[in-house]
C-alpha cells in the first residue's frame, strides 16, 4: 500500500548554498569587487559581508556606523533582492542541466532531492569537503568550520562534488553542498559542506541554536523561556507549541525535529488553483513585468485565502512570444503570503528578461540567454499548499485540540 504524504520516509536533500551571496550578486552585477571589504545592508543593518570584511571584524547585524568603525575602508552597498535573484539566475541554470527538479529556496540557495542524481552519476569519489574551497569560513551567523563528516552514499557525494564543480566552472563562483533529510537541515549542513548520514538528522539538528530556526521573534521568545537549542523546541509537545505559539512556530516545530520530510498535509492542489494571465503585449521590461507579477499573486493569494490554504511551494511558468517555456519553483520553510509570492515572481521575472550572468568587464559565461521575445502568458501554480482549517484535528490529533497548558509557565 502506497504511504500518504505525511507518512512517508526521508527524503534525502542536496542543498547549494552560495555564501555572501548578496555580496557576490553586487560583484556580479554592479562590479563590486566581492574581494574587498563590502557589507551589504538592509536598514541600517549589515545582512551580508565579504570574507574581508569579515576578517576586520564586521558581523551580521552590525549597524552601519558600528560597521565602518571597525572596517573605515568597508563599501557599503545597499541590499537588492531583485540584483540577487537575477545573479542567481545562471547557478541555477547550471544545477538544471545536471539533475532535474531543482527549487529555489532563496537567492542564492536552492534544493534538489538527492536520490535521482545520486543513481544516475553513482560512483565514488574521493571524500572531504563539499564545497569549492579548502577550508570555508563562517557566514557570520554563527556557522564555522567543520569536518565534513558522515559516511554519505558515494552517489550523493559524487554529484555533489560535480555540482561544485560546474558552478564554478560555469558561473565563476563558489558553493557548498549539504546532504541530509529534508531540506532544512540539508541547508544548515551547507553551512560546513557536511553529509549528514541518513536517519542522522535529528542528533545533528539537536544541538543547534533556536537562531537556526531563522525566526527572530520566535527565537527571542524561546530563549526568554529557557528553550535556547532545536533539541529543547523538539522536545516540547506538539500540541503545546501550536496552541501556545500559533501556525508558523508549529511549522517550525517540526523542522527543529527533522520532519520537514513529512509535510504538513501538503498535497497537489486541484487545477483549479493556479491563476494564468494572457498579454497582448508582451513583458519585455522588468517594470512591466513586476507590475503584473504583483496583480496575479493577489489573485492567487485570494484565492488561497477562500480556499483556507496556505502556500508553500510555487510554481511559476512563462511563455514567450517565441514559444520559449520557462519554469522555475520557489519554495519556503513558512507560509507564502501574497506579497511574499509577488516577491518571488518579481524576483524570477526580472532574472529572465535581465539576462545579468556576466561580471561587469566581460568575465564569466552568458547562461543561460535572455529570452528572445516578451512573456506573452504567465501561470502560478501553487505546487504545495497547507490546509489551514482543521489544523488541530488534522495534523495534531486530540492532544492539540485539548491542549491548555501554556509553555513556560
Given at each position: 500500500m502506497t504511504p500518504r504524504?505525511?507518512?512517508?520516509?526521508?527524503?534525502?536533500?542536496?542543498?547549494?548554498?552560495?555564501?555572501?551571496?548578496?555580496?557576490?550578486?553586487?560583484?556580479?552585477?554592479?562590479?563590486?569587487?566581492a574581494a574587498g571589504p563590502v557589507a551589504v545592508l538592509h536598514a541600517n543593518r549589515v545582512i551580508a559581508c565579504s570574507e574581508t570584511a569579515r576578517a576586520e571584524g564586521v558581523r551580521r547585524g552590525l549597524r552601519k556606523r558600528e560597521a565602518q568603525s571597525r572596517c573605515p575602508e568597508l563599501t557599503v552597498v545597499d541590499h537588492d533582492p531583485g540584483r540577487d535573484a537575477r545573479a542567481f539566475e545562471p547557478v541555477v541554470a547550471t544545477v538544471e542541466e545536471l539533475a532535474a527538479g531543482v527549487e529555489v529556496v532563496r537567492p542564492g540557495a536552492c534544493a534538489l532531492a538527492a536520490r535521482g542524481p545520486a543513481r544516475y552519476f553513482g560512483g565514488k569519489r574521493p571524500g572531504g569537503r563539499l564545497d569549492g574551497r579548502p577550508g570555508a569560513e563562517s557566514d557570520g551567523e554563527g556557522h564555522g568550520d567543520g569536518d565534513a563528516g558522515g559516511a554519505g552514499s558515494g552517489g550523493e557525494e559524487a554529484v555533489a562534488e560535480l555540482i561544485v564543480e560546474r558552478i564554478a566552472e560555469s558561473c565563476g563562483v563558489e558553493s557548498q553542498i549539504g546532504l541530509a533529510d529534508g531540506v532544512f537541515a540539508a541547508g544548515l549542513a551547507a553551512r560546513t559542506g557536511r553529509v549528514v548520514p541518513p536517519g542522522d538528522t535529528p542528533a545533528f539538528l539537536a544541538d543547534l541554536p533556536v537562531a537556526a530556526l531563522g525566526r527572530p521573534s520566535l527565537t527571542d521568545l524561546l530563549r526568554r523561556l529557557g528553550v535556547r537549542t532545536l533539541g529543547d523546541f523538539a522536545a516540547l509537545p506538539a500540541g503545546d507549541v501550536l496552541a501556545r505559539f500559533g501556525f508558523d512556530a508549529a511549522l517550525a516545530h517540526r523542522l527543529a525535529a527533522g520532519r520537514d520530510h513529512r509535510p504538513l498535509a501538503v498535497r497537489r492542489p486541484p487545477p483549479d488553483l493556479a491563476v494564468t494571465e494572457t498579454y497582448d503585449d508582451p513583458l519585455d521590461r522588468v517594470d512591466a513585468a513586476a507590475f503584473a507579477a504583483r496583480a496575479l499573486a493577489e489573485r492567487l493569494g485570494d484565492i488561497l485565502a477562500g480556499h483556507g490554504l496556505a502556500c508553500t511551494r510555487l510554481g511559476i511558468e512563462a511563455v514567450t512570444g517565441h514559444g520559449q517555456e520557462l519554469h522555475r519553483v520557489w519554495r519556503h520553510d513558512g507560509l507564502l503570503t501574497a506579497a511574499a509570492i509577488a516577491d518571488r515572481v518579481r524576483w524570477q521575472l526580472?532574472?529572465?528578461?535581465?539576462?545579468?550572468?556576466?561580471?561587469?568587464?566581460?568575465?564569466?559565461?552568458?547562461?543561460?540567454?535572455?529570452?528572445?521575445?516578451?512573456?506573452?502568458?504567465?501561470?502560478?501554480?501553487?505546487?504545495?499548499?497547507?490546509?489551514?482549517?482543521?489544523?488541530?484535528?488534522?495534523?495534531?490529533?486530540?492532544?492539540?485540540?485539548?491542549?491548555?497548558?501554556?509553555?513556560?509557565?
Open positions: 504524504p505525511d507518512e512517508a520516509g526521508p527524503v534525502r536533500t542536496l542543498f547549494v548554498w552560495c555564501p555572501d551571496w548578496p555580496v557576490v550578486a553586487a560583484d556580479i552585477v554592479d562590479g563590486v569587487s526580472d532574472g529572465w528578461l535581465s539576462g545579468t550572468n556576466r561580471r561587469p568587464g566581460g568575465a564569466g559565461p552568458v547562461t543561460p540567454p535572455r529570452p528572445t521575445a516578451g512573456i506573452i502568458r504567465l501561470r502560478l501554480v501553487p505546487e504545495g499548499v497547507l490546509a489551514r482549517a482543521g489544523l488541530q484535528a488534522g495534523l495534531w490529533g486530540t492532544a492539540a485540540r485539548n491542549a491548555t497548558g501554556h509553555i513556560g509557565r
